[in-house]
């Protein structure tokens, strides 16, 4: 919110402080500050100019040449293109070496061959944003009233010169959306006192606001509900001191009714639509909820499906307003309105909440309404913007108000014991202290047997419990003046859990293996997040994603590495090994949260390795993923047996390079190719993948290390090659081995495979090393001999090989 110090003076006294140094205590006590600034700032040499005389350009069909009175001697002659300048007005003159926004050097020049001493300047061209410009001038230079000096700086008659704070309003200080909530917060800063003006309303006698209006509205919607009839309105431009007010505070003026509006919004913090009564249609209004695909046009000119948690204002039949958030087209107030419904409430947060978030309709309005309005002056700022309308509008005030659930804002009692109060902030405060600082807030105080019963203004709707006013002591107090002490008392030595301790490990040992970790998203597209999730189970969708493309929690990491995979590729890094650890998140179908589950997972494309002078260069493929899992579930020391079982279940993944993990037959996990239709997307060669579920690996038992010498007796190695079946698989082979190579065989190695013209159609001849050692004695040669034999039985028993 931009808060105008020369307002805020209006309401605290303010213009004997710095503004910077006001900004300054406010960031450290209240709520951040964006910027201090005046609208002025790096402008130079900008005055009021009246134009005397205006005549054609002769070389052109749209510029002017103008006299203009600049307060000199003689008139300056300017050349001007904006199709509004004409003789007589007030405008704003760049003199020649003046700066404009931008930083933007003015010099005498020729436009056309005619001689233009300086620029006559529209409002975006001293740095009014398009966004404030009032829509009238939009596409000319601005007019200043008739009573401006030609000759003086034109920044006073613009509200340029005043100071501007521009506060960073938190969720939970909503009171500070209102300069009169600022006003509150500056006087208990610096001890100031706050006068505040409280206008009446002149009502007219004749008719009364039974004869317009009625209101019907459900307490839980809406509470309180008010509404006056202001009649035999004249709408029109605001006086410029309002103007000067709503484009410092970021808005733009309309005309007089909206205009008021949005001013009492940014004094009270209360917002307040206006209704042309006329095209309403009824004398009653009635608050309620939307039906489900009930259509309605707002101001902005959208139609609108609404849902059935919106609140919506009707005339009892149709919506005329999408209730805290917008109004409707077809009750807009327009020049020829005469007669205006004017409604200030305080509407339920939490649907306006949904409402402006799903349409994407964030107001002013609906901020406020969110974070919480001031139940004890929304008549008040009704009375006080009726008022306003009348005497800017030359109208009258209908008597009386039209009321639902009006009930008087009360204050809330809270309790704290001073002895919390030094126990927590670590103080020696007193009681006349304390009492002093909820003095200055505002706050009704009563103390006895060493507690404060503290009367809370509904003003300050954020303080509910004791810990709201500690925070109000320690930052009224000043959090720098409270003391600093160490910590006392026991130190307990840190450490990692297990979990942690794996975690990191695993992070380590890919990072060895030569992977260089990613932190990917945790939120993606629906469709991402099944794409290659290693179980069934239930998406978990965001209520309101801030992107299309993040609106899901994840269920794998491949997704995420394969993005940052094509991340990389678009900008020609073509060879990328990756990995991340996280979390997955997998939804039951019946739960309503999902189960966070610990993942790990790599990615691999293009070269591992770079070829060198003394290296062959090393591409990504699928044994290379498979040794990297073989590699950590060893290096973590994974008791039972893993197998690697071939697979084409998952759809995202090639049918034929593909293999599922099996840790003692539990499924932890998968390493393969990525389907080439599925690389094709993310536009990318082959890439190699594997995930793993960690939790199951960390849940697993381990192998205990356990030193073993150097044996000091000789190995022996024996192949064997064999022809079998193709479909006969490798761990087949190596488990038949394993259960009858006896005590001392410690090694199998497949060193060769071989298919070709010496081998039948449907064989493949594989070989393989055995190594038999004993740690305590020379092998005998039958002791090598016997298990070996048995081996090459068994594999022809089993598998029909033929030994070679």
């Not at 994974?638 to 998952?650: C, D, F, K, L, N």
């Not at 997307?681 to 199951?696: G, I, M």
């Amino acid at each position: 919110m931009k808060v105008s110090t020369k307002w805020l003076n209006d309401y605290v006294k303010v213009d004997d402080l710095d503004p910077l140094a006001l900004s300054e205590k406010i960031e450290r006590t209240a709520v951040e500050v964006d910027d201090t600034y005046k609208m002025q700032d790096g402008l130079k040499k900008i005055v009021v100019g009246h134009v005397l005389e205006t005549k054609a350009h002769p070389d052109s069909d749209h510029l002017h040449i103008c006299q203009v009175d600049i307060g000199e001697e003689e008139p300056s002659q300017i050349v001007c293109g904006a199709p509004n300048v004409a003789a007589g007005q007030k405008v704003i003159v760049a003199l020649p070496n003046s700066r404009i926004a931008d930083n933007v050097k003015i010099k005498k020049s020729k436009m056309r061959g005619v001689v233009s001493e300086g620029m006559i300047c529209a409002l975006q061209e001293i740095g009014f944003s398009e966004t404030i410009a009032p829509k009238a001038y939009a596409e000319g230079i601005y007019v200043l009233p008739e009573d401006a000096k030609p000759g003086d700086p034109v920044y006073p008659y613009l509200g340029m010169d005043e100071d501007i704070i521009d506060v960073d309003i938190t969720p939970n200080r909503g009171d500070m959306l209102s300069m009169r909530g600022v006003a509150y917060e500056v006087g208990a800063i610096y001890d100031r006192k706050v006068t505040l003006s409280h206008p009446e309303v002149k009502e007219a006698s004749d008719e009364k606001i039974e004869d317009y209006v009625s209101i019907e509205a459900p307490e839980e919607l809406v509470a309180p509900y008010l509404m006056r009839i202001i009649k035999d309105v004249e709408i029109k431009d605001s006086p410029l001191w309002l103007q000067k007010r709503l484009w410092n505070a970021g808005i733009r003026p309309i005309n007089n009714v909206v205009d008021v509006t949005n001013y009492i919004l940014l004094d009270y913090g209360q917002p307040l639509h206006s209704f042309d009564y006329d095209k309403l249609g009824s004398k009653k209004i009635v608050v309620r909820l939307a039906e489900e695909g009930e259509k309605m046009t707002t101001l902005d000119g959208e139609e609108r499906e609404l849902k059935a948690n919106d609140i919506v204002v009707t005339n009892g039949e149709v919506p005329v307003a999408l209730a805290g958030t917008m109004g409707g087209l077809d009750s807009e107030v327009v020049p020829e309105t005469t007669t205006i419904a004017l409604e200030s409430a305080v509407f339920n947060g939490h649907n306006i909440r949904k409402t402006s978030r799903r349409e994407n309709l964030h107001s002013e309005a609906s901020m406020r309404f969110e974070r919480g309005i001031n139940k004890a002056t929304v008549a008040e700022a009704l009375d006080a913007a009726a008022q306003m309308i009348a005497e800017l509008g030359n109208g009258q005030v209908v008597s009386g108000v039209a009321k639902a659930n009006d009930k008087k804002a009360e204050a809330k009692e809270v309790k704290i014991t001073l002895k919390k109060i030094n126990k927590v902030l670590g103080t020696y405060l007193t009681e006349q202290e304390v009492e002093d600082i909820f003095r200055r807030l505002g706050f009704g105080t009563a103390f006895s047997e060493d507690t404060f019963t503290v009367s809370v203004p509904p003003r300050r709707w954020d303080i509910e419990i004791d810990a709201d006013l500690l925070e109000e002591v320690a930052r009224i107090y000043g959090y720098d003046n409270l003391p600093t002490t160490l910590p006392q008392g026991p130190t307990t030595p840190g450490h990692y859990t297990y979990k942690q301790k794996v975690i990191r490990q695993t992070r380590r040992l890919l990072e060895g293996a030569g992977l260089t970790q990613a932190i990917s998203y945790g939120l993606t597209t629906a469709e991402k997040a099944r794409r290659f999730a290693m179980e069934p189970a239930e998406t978990t969708e965001l209520a309101f994603p801030m992107t299309s493309d993040r609106t899901t929690a994840r269920m794998n990491l491949v997704s995420g590495l394969l993005d940052d995979v094509a991340y990389n590729a678009a900008r020609k890094v073509e060879n990328v090994s990756l990995y991340e650890q996280g979390r997955v998140f997998l939804r039951d179908k019946d739960n309503d949260r999902p189960r966070e589950v610990e993942h790990v997972a790599g990615a691999l494309t293009g070269l591992f390795r770079k070829s060198t002078w003394h290296d062959d260069k090393l591409a990504a493929g699928f044994y290379l993923a498979k040794g990297i899992v073989d590699f950590l579930l060893n290096s973590l020391a994974v008791s039972g047996r893993i197998e690697y079982r071939a697979t084409s279940s998952h759809e995202a993944m090639h049918p034929g390079r593909t293999a599922d993990i099996y840790l003692d037959d539990d499924f932890i996990g998968y390493v393969g190719e990525v389907h080439p239709s599925v690389a094709k997307e993310y536009r990318l060669k082959r890439v190699y993948v594997f995930e793993l579920n960690l939790q199951k690996i960390i849940d697993a038992p381990k192998k205990e290390s356990i030193y073993e010498p150097v044996s000091k007796y000789p190995t022996v190695s024996r192949d064997i090659a064999l022809v079998v079946p193709i479909e006969v698989t490798n761990q087949q082979i190596v488990d038949c081995i394993k259960k009858n190579g006896g005590a001392y065989l410690k090694d199998i190695r497949l060193f060769d495979v071989y298919k070709g013209e010496n081998i039948g159609k449907g064989f493949r001849s594989l070989a393989y090393t055995l190594q038999f050692s004993n740690s305590k004695q020379t092998l005998q040669d039958e002791e090598v001999s016997r298990p070996f034999d048995k081996i090459k039985n068994k594999l022809k028993e089993e598998f029909n090989a033929v030994i070679r």
